[in-house]
């Protein structure tokens, strides 16, 4: 009887060591998959800036990031564009932000005076061919992705009034 009862209690062990290893998926092998979606890991590209500069999207970072879509032609993209200039200005030191210009919709020129206009301070950078608005799987603009330092998205957002939005930012940076 006590051998029974010892070949139960190892065959339990091994069965639970075995779906912990094999069925359990730990926080820290989350998340395995890349997509425009929290819980994911962000998906990488490399754009331009206005200035030519190379900006990277994906993988760790020093801050977390606001990826936002725009157009100069937007109505809505220009109705938040003053608060996220000076939520930006705000917090500058612990957030980057990432204006991407849907420039295959858009016009240089266009996008120029925008920036001029709302004295933009972040870097815009120029999508002509959709490599980030594609990945992102962008239908509507503006569409903003905050990303954490560990690359991945943490929330999709589709226009906030700058309270709600600075809500946002201040979970971002105290995660």
Same mark, same amino acid.
């Given at each position: 009887?006590?051998?029974?009862?010892? /070949?139960?209690?190892? &065959? &339990?062990?091994?069965? @639970?060591? *075995? %779906?912990?290893? /094999?069925?359990? @998926? +730990?926080?820290?092998?989350?998340?395995?998959?890349?997509?425009?979606?929290?819980?994911?890991?962000?998906? +990488?590209?490399?754009?331009? +800036?206005?200035?030519?500069?190379? %900006?990277?999207?994906?993988? =760790?970072?020093?801050?977390?990031?606001? $990826?936002?879509?725009?157009?100069?032609?937007?109505?809505?993209?220009?109705?938040?564009?003053?608060?996220?200039?000076?939520?930006?200005?705000?917090?500058?030191?612990?957030?980057?932000? %990432?204006?991407?210009?849907? =420039?295959?919709?858009? =016009?240089?020129?266009?996008?120029?005076?925008?920036?001029?206009?709302?004295?933009?301070?972040?870097?815009?950078?120029?999508?002509?061919?959709?490599?980030? =608005?594609?990945?992102?799987? @962008?239908?509507?603009?503006?569409?903003?992705?905050?990303?954490?330092?560990?690359?991945?998205? *943490?929330?999709?957002? %589709?226009?906030?009034?700058?309270?709600? $939005?600075?809500?946002?930012?201040?979970?971002?940076? +105290?995660?």
């Amino acid at each position: 009887m006590r051998n029974r009862i010892i /070949v139960i209690i190892i &065959l &339990l062990f091994i069965g @639970v060591t *075995v %779906y912990l290893n /094999v069925f359990q @998926v +730990s926080d820290t092998a989350k998340p395995a998959d890349t997509g425009p979606q929290a819980g994911y890991l962000a998906p +990488s590209f490399e754009l331009a +800036s206005l200035e030519g500069q190379p %900006y990277h999207v994906g993988g =760790t970072r020093d801050k977390p990031l606001i $990826l936002n879509f725009w157009a100069s032609w937007c109505g809505p993209c220009r109705q938040e564009a003053p608060d996220l200039k000076a939520l930006y200005d705000q917090y500058q030191d612990r957030i980057d932000l %990432y204006a991407v210009n849907a =420039t295959h919709l858009d =016009t240089i020129a266009d996008v120029k005076d925008t920036v001029k206009e709302f004295d933009f301070r972040f870097p815009v950078l120029l999508d002509p061919k959709g490599d980030a =608005t594609g990945p992102y799987q @962008v239908r509507a603009i503006p569409t903003s992705f905050l990303i954490d330092k560990s690359g991945k998205v *943490v929330d999709v957002l %589709y226009m906030l009034d700058r309270e709600q $939005l600075e809500q946002k930012i201040k979970k971002l940076i +105290s995660d």
